[in-house]
């Protein structure tokens, strides 16, 4: 089935070390975001990528980093996390056209930062 | 910018009752109001979604109604299960951007 992946589902770090979440997908979509969610909040749009452009978001902190390869992969980096930082991130894929397309959302890497 | 508010912050209902929850943005160039259901731990899942041509849409319990001339949009689920249990979220966009802009979520609690 087409889905979007995140790898990987939990991952704790030390504060201050540098770490990577990916996401992937199978939907052939064009548009892929990032988004952080705390505690049952909305999800916060980090950044999101049209194709092979890259589109921060104003108040991303500059911690926050982001890498697409290729139309399937894009991947998070915090450079060097906080406490702050602990959190579930989401990513999300769209496909443009005439109209505004539904965005899918992965299931989301829980973020532990010790 | 964009704001899109949502009310009310938590439901309880009794199984078997409806439930509404309403949104309101600002923005009158949005076109596209989806509807995600997240429950505890999981990812957000689309459930419904209008788009600005129509004025409601039904799937089996669920609807979604649209006034654009007040700039409101509301869900509607009848017979409520306990499975309905979750965190709503509306959110809006406009074709001009791909970006969503949420609510700040509903919990709703149906009680069996």
């Known amino acids: 089935d087409a889905m979007v992946i995140q790898n990987p589902r939990y991952q704790v770090t030390q504060f201050g070390k540098p770490v990577t979440l990916s996401c992937s997908q199978t939907?052939?979509?064009?548009?892929m975001y990032w988004y952080q969610q705390k505690s049952s909040q909305a999800p916060k749009l980090l950044f999101h990528y049209y194709d092979k452009d890259f589109n921060n978001e104003a108040d991303t902190p500059d911690n926050f980093q982001s890498r697409r390869p290729n139309t399937s992969f894009c991947f998070l980096d915090i450079r060097s996390p906080g406490l702050g930082d602990a959190a579930m991130y989401l990513c999300?894929?769209?496909?443009?056209?005439?109209?505004?397309?539904?965005?899918?959302f992965g299931p989301g890497t829980r973020l532990l930062v010790l | 910018g964009e704001n899109v508010e949502q009310h009310p912050s938590t439901l309880s209902v009794q199984e078997g009752d409806s439930a509404v929850i309403k949104c309101t943005y600002s923005?009158?160039?949005?076109?596209?109001f989806p509807w995600y259901k997240q429950e505890l731990g999981k990812r957000p899942q689309l459930i419904i979604d209008i788009r600005s041509n129509v004025g409601e849409k039904k799937d089996q319990r669920i609807a979604v109604t649209l006034n654009k001339t007040a700039k409101h949009f509301s869900l509607h689920i009848t017979e409520t299960q306990p499975e309905d249990s979750a965190v709503y979220f509306c959110?809006?966009?406009?074709?001009?951007?791909?970006?969503?802009?949420f609510g700040s979520g509903t919990r709703l609690l149906v009680r069996p």
């Open positions: 923005d009158s160039a949005s076109n596209y």
């Open positions: 959110a809006a966009s406009k074709g001009s951007s791909y970006k969503l802009i």
């Open positions: 999300a894929t769209s496909r443009t056209g005439q109209k505004q397309e539904t965005q899918y």
């Open positions: 939907l052939n979509h064009n548009v």
